[in-house]
């Protein structure tokens, strides 16, 4: 009982901090502030005194807010906005998977880890999805969560600052409408959590995001539900995001690979400015908005991703179709992609 009342006592100090870090970052006008902010926050805290224990309905709640805003955004037009993303959202996701996989003997080589820790670290899909797995082959579980939280943290703190210098600065003035506390809210929110949790029962990845989103899209798209967010409950789910992304660091692990870590952060600088030109590329191939472009080809956390998109006027319902696609595609070939090239009877360097 002790040890329960210190965690949750630590939790809601952490989440006081992190909360004030999000208010000073909105203060500044960072875009996506109050994620940016507190995730800064959490990390500092996590790093120096310890990390502290982030509920897992608590991070499933904050999707769940995220997935019914985005839903709430989408209309019948969004099908005649697809056109030409049907063949780039598969071709990125590829794109990404293959760079990750192309990377490893560069992290082999300057981490010093094994090529199933590298492997592990570098796919672009889901942190927890990637630890599990990583547990199974036997791969560094400490290494692959907090490479991946530094991915997305990157990615997080500097893409939407770029984006925000690359929108229209009418769009960007113009912002979200105001929403309210009203029943149609209130319906949205309890459609997406229900369509959340059925994701979940069918195993769909970041299914508390995505199934949230799904549901309430079919629902908005074809005019049976209305409504749009409070800006205080997006700030809250932004502070309960960045206090779980910023939980990830783990202090011991830290200390024990610095070497690592200092490498495993130059290559994801490296892969996400390869993702950024891949996405420019096409934009500038294809006539297309760059923002929505790099947004898409980035490789930061799905919520994450649609929230900069929401924050800097960003079609968001497109940039969460590649977003889903390549973490979809990350989860599902994650383990034959390590069995066929890393640990295979063809491979002709063995796991050190």
Not at 93 to 106: D, F, K, T, W
Not at 204 to 227: D, N, Q
Not at 233 to 259: K, M
Not at 319 to 338: D, E, F, K, S, T
């Amino acid at each position: 009982m002790k040890e329960i009342c210190m965690r949750a006592a630590g939790l809601l100090a952490s989440a006081a901090m992190s909360t004030f870090g999000g208010w000073v970052a909105f203060q500044f006008g960072l875009p996506l502030a109050w994620l940016i902010g507190s995730a800064l926050v959490c990390a500092g805290l996590s790093l120096s005194l310890g990390a502290p224990t982030v509920p897992r309905r608590l991070y499933r709640g904050g999707q769940v807010v995220v997935g019914v805003s985005v839903g709430l955004t989408v209309d019948a037009s969004v099908f005649d906005r697809i056109g030409l993303h049907l063949y780039l959202v598969p071709l990125i996701a590829g794109i990404s998977i293959l760079l990750g996989r192309a990377m490893v003997p560069l992290l082999v080589r300057a981490g010093n880890i094994d090529r199933s820790t590298a492997f592990f670290a570098l796919v672009p899909a889901g942190i927890s999805e990637m630890a599990d797995l990583a547990q199974t082959k036997g791969a560094d579980t400490g290494v692959v969560t907090t490479l991946h939280a530094a991915r997305v943290f990157l990615v997080v703190c500097i893409l939407p600052v770029v984006i925000y210098h690359l929108g229209d600065p009418l769009l960007l003035a113009a912002g979200r409408p105001q929403g309210v506390w009203d029943l149609p809210l209130l319906l949205a929110l309890a459609a997406g959590t229900a369509s959340a949790v059925a994701g979940n029962w069918l195993g769909l990845p970041s299914a508390f995001i995505v199934g949230s989103m799904v549901g309430v899209a079919a629902l908005s798209a074809v005019g049976a539900l209305s409504a749009s967010e409070p800006t205080p409950l997006l700030a809250a789910a932004q502070v309960i995001l960045g206090l779980s992304l910023g939980a990830r660091f783990r202090r011991a692990t830290v200390r024990r690979l610095p070497r690592a870590l200092t490498a495993g952060m130059a290559v994801l600088v490296l892969n996400g400015l390869v993702m950024a030109m891949v996405g420019l590329s096409l934009a500038a191939m294809f006539g297309l908005d760059p923002s929505t472009m790099l947004l898409s080809s980035a490789t930061g956390g799905t919520a994450e991703m649609v929230l900069t998109a929401q924050a800097v006027a960003v079609d968001a319902a497109l940039v969460a179709l590649y977003q889903v696609m390549r973490g979809l595609g990350g989860n599902l070939m994650a383990g034959r992609i390590h069995a066929w090239t890393v640990t295979g009877p063809d491979c002709s360097r063995r796991n050190p």
